[in-house]
């Protein structure tokens, strides 16, 4: 009955969404890759906070928690650190999308920097950076469906069959889509959760949901504070400040949330989304006070195990029904994200890299749809290969996306700022983050517990700065597109965009 329903609910709300998409619509470029630039309020909401409930926010942050304690909290604050970067950051990048008819981060970046080299250098570096979110997700979607309906199958199966799924609904209608799927999915998650915590203190045996916080002091005094539960510089102060500085920086440099802002109708609707956006951070109480209830139920539960751990929590204390309608949001938390980023790859990857070479890649939507079910494809080849725990991979994904943060940073409030200045800078943070030796060596100049990420950032910033001070700078039409305060001219804009494409 369970995996029934779960099925019936994560298919019942796809093809919804796809049909909603797709209806009276004639399915161009920009209809399919940026939803049109006309989401409304509520439209942009949901895409936008679906961005940020994803697999990671619903297993990821109950693992930390499960695992460490404290450390896990971290979750509590990245929600309202990202939409105070975003009230500021957002509106600027739509405004530029909307001058210059831009559709990927790349796009944005060869327009600001009259580099087509640099915006081929960003989508490539984008392009690893989404299919290791995707690993994320569809590592989450496994992990859900085995979880709460048995290892009987093989979880490949269950990815593969989800990657069909994204495929499928990206394919037809592209980001409205995704935007329509995620309305089912937040408000089913959101009410599933809140299900779940109501019965968390009877299902670990307390009286009253305060009682979870209070046992959980008695049983595990350490759980409450930093480092944590096991006492590790691993999840010391310096992590849990270094990897909670690098999130909304690196929330931003994401090449997915690019075409995310493009969607929005207006600078209004994004300003009145980031606003409200920091209430989502209260859900994530939810979510801790589950993890916490699973440590006391479930006190012979493997760290191995603490991936799944919320969702054996469900499995072993709720009834059928919450289980399937928790495996159906969960399925729709998977994928929802995982169309998003797979549409966002496959963008990049035919603008900004073929593109390059031909533009009638650049503009061919034919192309763009092929490009979804090859990155889908390497998106499930990735999860056959790993078994990290996902606070892990999330860790490394944004030590290596916020390497683009000074790119993108920098490219609206400097004006002198380079693209070999911020090339050279990306490659010598990027070397830090994926060279273990390097990033040891480095990571000793800094306090232990320090997220490599955070000293690799520092490095991007010095060569970033010292290489644009010696190189020559855009010209002033192209610095204005970061700049995003007054629309650009008609021949400014006419020649910036050609460059972009």
């Not at 006309?38 to 697999?55: H, M, S």
Request: proline share 4%; with cysteine; net charge positive.
């Amino acid at each position: 009955m369970a995996l029934a329903l779960a099925l019936l609910i994560a298919v019942g709300s796809i093809v919804w969404g796809t049909v909603a998409a797709a209806r009276g619509r004639a399915m161009n470029l920009q209809e399919w890759s940026v939803g049109g630039r006309r989401f409304g309020t509520w439209l942009f909401w949901f895409l936008l906070v679906g961005e940020t409930f994803t697999t990671f926010a619903l297993l990821g942050a109950s693992q930390g928690v499960f695992s460490n304690g404290a450390p896990g909290f971290y979750v509590l604050g990245t929600v309202v650190l990202t939409a105070a970067v975003g009230y500021w950051v957002v509106p600027k990048i739509w405004r530029a999308g909307k001058q210059h008819g831009l559709v990927t981060m790349a796009d944005y970046f060869t327009t600001r920097f009259e580099a087509r080299w640099f915006g081929g250098l960003v989508a490539v570096f984008g392009i690893v950076a989404l299919l290791l979110y995707a690993q994320v997700q569809l590592t989450g979607l496994s992990l859900i469906l085995a979880s709460l309906f048995g290892s009987e199958v093989p979880s490949l199966v269950y990815v593969i069959a989800g990657g069909v799924l994204v495929a499928g609904f990206v394919l037809v209608g592209g980001m409205r889509s995704a935007a329509f799927t995620a309305i089912v999915k937040d408000v089913l998650l959101i009410a599933i959760l809140l299900v779940v915590a109501i019965g968390a203190a009877n299902a670990a045996g307390v009286s009253g949901p305060l009682g979870v916080f209070d046992a959980m002091k008695q049983a595990h005094p350490s759980g409450a504070t930093l480092p944590g539960l096991h006492g590790s510089t691993a999840t010391n102060t310096w992590w849990w400040m270094s990897f909670l500085l690098l999130t909304p920086l690196g929330s931003f440099a994401l090449p997915h949330m690019f075409q995310v802002s493009y969607s929005a109708k207006d600078v209004a609707t994004i300003r009145r989304n980031q606003v409200v956006q920091p209430l989502y951070s209260l859900f994530y109480v939810l979510i801790v006070m589950i993890a916490l209830a699973a440590v006391l139920a479930l006190p012979k539960l493997t760290d191995k195990q603490a991936n799944a751990s919320l969702l054996i929590f469900v499995r072993e204390k709720y009834p059928e029904w919450v289980i399937g309608l928790l495996g159906g949001a969960g399925i729709l938390v998977a994928l929802v994200p995982t169309a998003v980023l797979v549409l966002a790859a496959s963008s990049l990857f035919t603008r900004n890299v073929l593109g390059a070479r031909s533009t009638k890649w650049a503009s061919s939507l034919t192309a763009m749809r092929v490009g979804v079910l090859v990155f889908t494809a390497l998106s499930v080849l990735l999860v056959a290969h790993s078994n990290e725990k996902l606070l892990s991979i999330m860790t490394n994904v944004y030590s290596a996306v916020g390497q683009l943060a000074p790119a993108l940073f920098l490219s609206m409030l400097w004006r002198r700022v380079t693209a070999p200045g911020l090339a050279a800078g990306a490659l010598c943070g990027g070397l830090i983050v994926g060279v273990p030796a390097l990033g040891s060596l480095v990571a000793h100049t800094m306090p232990p517990g320090t997220v490599v990420g955070l000293p690799a950032l520092v490095v991007n910033l010095i060569v970033t700065v010292a290489v644009s001070l010696v190189t020559r700078p855009p010209s002033r039409a192209a610095v204005e597109v970061g700049a995003g305060d007054r629309p650009a001219g008609p021949a400014e804009a006419g020649d910036l965009h050609r460059s972009a494409v």
